[in-house]
């Protein structure tokens, strides 16, 4: 319905269940297909302007992609990444006491990006088990 949640670096080869839902965890491949099809069928590597863009999720998967898509062109300059409504605050909360945002991204990852790392290698680092 929106996308696979983990802001397009989901890689799951097995499917999760969640009540009666069986989700699938495939927006790594997804981008990465879209990608593929830009640079067969549309000349992508020889563009001289690319705009990457998104909001919300959207946006924290440009900053995430901007570096492995740069690479794929002929002239990385010709490339401009304009993420749009992508800041999520991690607070505490005031109630619990835990930044729930974190929470629930480590959480996302456990289960919708096992197979692979993000394609944004300074991110690799930061990355928790």
């Known amino acids: 319905m929106y996308c696979d949640g983990s802001m ?15 989700l699938f965890f495939r927006g790594a491949v997804n981008t990465r297909a879209h990608l593929k099809y830009l640079l067969q069928n549309y000349n992508l590597a020889a563009a001289t302007n690319v705009v990457l863009t998104g909001s919300s999720a959207g946006g924290i998967a440009t900053a995430l992609w901007i570096n492995y898509v740069r690479s794929l062109l002929e002239n990385p300059n010709a490339m401009v990444s304009i993420p749009d409504s992508a800041v ?20 996302l990852f456990k289960v919708a990006n096992v197979d692979e790392k993000t394609p944004n290698t300074i991110c690799n680092g930061f990355k928790s088990g």
């Open 88 to 107: 999520f605050l991690n607070m505490e909360s005031p109630e619990t006491g835990y930044y729930n945002f974190e929470i629930a991204v480590k959480n």
């Open 8 to 22: 397009h670096q989901g890689s799951n080869s097995d499917s999760f269940r969640y009540k009666d839902s069986e």
